[in-house]
C-alpha cells in the first residue's frame, strides 16, 4: 500500500522541471534553532539544512529551539514564536512533548489521528491558518480518521482541488482501491452472479442487454482510464448496442464541453441502469467504485501555466496485486504531446520481493539520470549489477545514461519526519557513468 513516505516522494517535486527553488509560504509552520541574536529583534537561525536571517516578533534565547509561523516573506522573513512559555521558555524540549505543544497551541486534540494530521501538515510544509485547521479537522471526521483519508486530504490541498466528498472518495478510490482491470472483471462477475441468483427474474429483453454489455465489458477492460476519449468511446459502443441511446441524449451527456463530466455522467447512467436488474446491489455498488476510480483518475490529470503537463496512472504490475504508480512530468510539445526528450518520470512500485521502490528518472536532452530509493537496504545492493543492461538498454533506445543513484529511503528507519526537517538527508552509493 502507498504510505505517506512514498507519497511525499510522488509529489515532493511535483511542478520539478519548472524550478528547483525552495521557499518559504505565508502561514506556513517550521521548527528552528536560534544560533545568534542580531539588533532590532534579528536572529540567524537554523531552518532544516538552512541558515536563515528572520525578523521576530518576540524575543528568542541563543540556542532556543522553537516552533514558528511565517508571518511574512520578504528579506528578511518575519516569524511568530508558537510553542513558548510566558517566561519565554520552551514547555518540553522532548519531540513529542514539542509536537503537543504545538498541537494544542493550534487547538488540534491530543488524539492519535490529529498528531497524524499535524505532523504529515508540517511535513508537507502546507499554510495553516485558523479556518484551513479547522477545515482540514471537519474534512477528517466526515472521511474517518485512517491514514488514508490523511494522505488524501494532503493530496487535495497540495494540487489545489476542492476538499469535497467527491474529490477525496475518487482519490481514496484510486490510490487504494481496486485496479482497472480488476474492477471491471469485478462488475462482470456481479452481473452474471445476479443473474444466477434469479433467473426468471430476467426478461429475454434485458437478459440480451446483459448478455451484450458482458461481451463489451472484455473488450472495455483493456481500455486505458487515462484515457478520456477512449472511455468515452466505450461507453458510447455499451449504450448503443443496450439500445440505451436515447435515454443518454436524455440526460444532454453527449454534448457537454468537460470531459470528466462526460464520463462519469455516462457511467452514472449506466450504474442506474444496471442498479434496476434483479438483486442488482452489488452490482450498483461495482459500478460506484468504477466511477470513483475514474473520476480520481481524471483529478490526477493536471496542467500549469508555464505549459507542464503531469499525469500519474495506475500500473498494474503483472502477477501482482499491489498498488503502483508511475507519475509523469513533461512540456507539450508543438503538436500537444508530451515531450520525451524533456520530462520526469517517477515510478512508486510494490515489489513481491524487493520491497517498495521508488525510481527518479530525469531526462533531459535525451541524457537520463537515475535516482533509485528503496526501503530495503540488502536489496539495493543488487541495483548496481545491472548497470551494464541499463546502459545498453536506454542506447538502444537513443538515450544516454549520465548516473545512477541508490539511497535508502529515509523513512524506513522509522525516523521521525518533523525531525528530518526541511531538507531530507541524501545517503547511498553514486554511480557516475
Not at 22 to 37: C, F, M, R, S
Not at 131 to 160: P, Q
Amino acid at each position: 500500500m502507498i504510505t505517506g513516505s512514498w507519497m511525499d516522494h510522488l509529489f515532493r517535486h511535483s511542478g520539478s522541471l519548472a524550478t528547483g527553488k525552495t521557499e518559504l509560504a505565508l502561514g506556513q509552520i517550521i521548527k528552528g534553532k536560534v544560533l545568534q541574536l542580531l539588533p532590532e529583534r534579528q536572529a540567524l537561525l537554523q531552518i532544516g539544512g538552512m541558515k536563515v536571517l528572520a525578523q521576530l516578533e518576540s524575543t528568542l534565547e541563543p540556542g532556543e529551539r522553537v516552533w514558528l509561523q511565517v508571518q511574512a516573506t520578504g528579506q528578511p522573513i518575519q516569524l511568530k514564536a508558537i510553542t513558548r512559555s510566558e517566561k519565554g521558555i520552551i514547555k518540553n524540549n522532548s519531540s513529542n512533548g514539542q509536537l503537543a505543544d504545538l498541537a494544542k497551541a493550534l487547538e488540534f486534540d491530543s488524539s492519535p489521528e490529529h498528531k497524524e494530521l499535524l505532523t504529515r501538515l508540517i511535513h508537507a510544509k502546507v499554510p495553516l491558518t485558523k479556518d484551513t485547521i479547522s477545515i482540514y479537522k471537519s474534512v477528517l471526521k466526515e472521511m474517518g480518521g485512517e491514514s488514508e483519508s490523511i494522505e488524501m486530504i494532503l493530496l487535495a490541498v497540495r494540487r489545489g482541488m476542492p476538499l469535497s466528498k467527491e474529490v477525496l472518495q475518487g482519490l481514496r478510490a484510486f490510490f487504494y482501491g481496486k485496479g482497472w482491470t480488476e474492477m471491471v472483471n469485478l462488475l462482470q462477475q456481479e452481473i452474471v452472479q445476479s443473474f444466477r441468483q434469479a433467473p426468471l427474474s430476467f426478461s429475454p429483453e434485458i437478459r440480451q442487454k446483459l448478455e451484450l454489455l458482458l461481451q463489451q465489458l472484455e473488450v472495455f477492460q483493456s481500455v486505458e482510464p487515462t484515457s478520456a476519449d477512449s472511455i468515452r468511446e466505450g461507453l458510447v459502443d455499451i449504450f448503443k448496442k443496450m439500445g440505451l441511446l436515447d435515454r443518454m441524449n436524455e440526460v444532454e451527456v453527449v454534448n457537454r464541453s468537460t470531459q470528466t463530466m462526460n464520463i462519469t455522467d455516462l457511467l452514472e447512467e449506466l450504474r442506474k441502469t444496471l442498479s434496476l436488474i434483479p438483486h442488482g446491489e452489488k452490482v450498483s455498488d461495482s459500478m460506484e467504485k468504477i466511477i470513483q476510480f475514474v473520476r480520481g483518475q481524471q483529478l490526477m490529470v493536471s496542467s500549469s501555466e508555464n505549459g507542464l503537463q503531469q499525469l500519474v496512472l495506475h500500473i498494474p504490475l503483472m502477477a501482482f496485486q499491489n498498488h503502483s504508480f508511475l507519475q509523469i512530468e513533461a512540456k507539450k510539445r508543438g503538436n500537444g504531446e508530451m515531450d520525451p526528450d524533456h520530462c520526469r518520470l517517477l515510478f512508486c512500485l510494490e515489489m513481491s520481493h524487493l520491497g517498495d521502490i521508488m525510481l527518479d528518472v530525469r531526462i533531459v536532452n535525451r541524457i537520463v539520470s537515475i535516482n533509485v530509493v528503496g526501503q530495503q537496504q540488502e536489496k539495493l545492493r543488487l541495483f548496481p549489477m545491472f548497470k551494464e543492461q541499463l546502459l545498453d538498454g536506454l542506447k538502444n533506445l537513443g538515450y544516454q545514461l549520465s548516473s545512477l543513484k541508490i539511497s535508502q529511503d529515509p523513512g524506513a528507519t522509522g525516523q521521525d519526519p518533523i525531525q528530518r526537517g526541511i531538507a531530507l538527508p541524501y545517503n547511498g552509493v553514486d554511480l557516475r557513468i
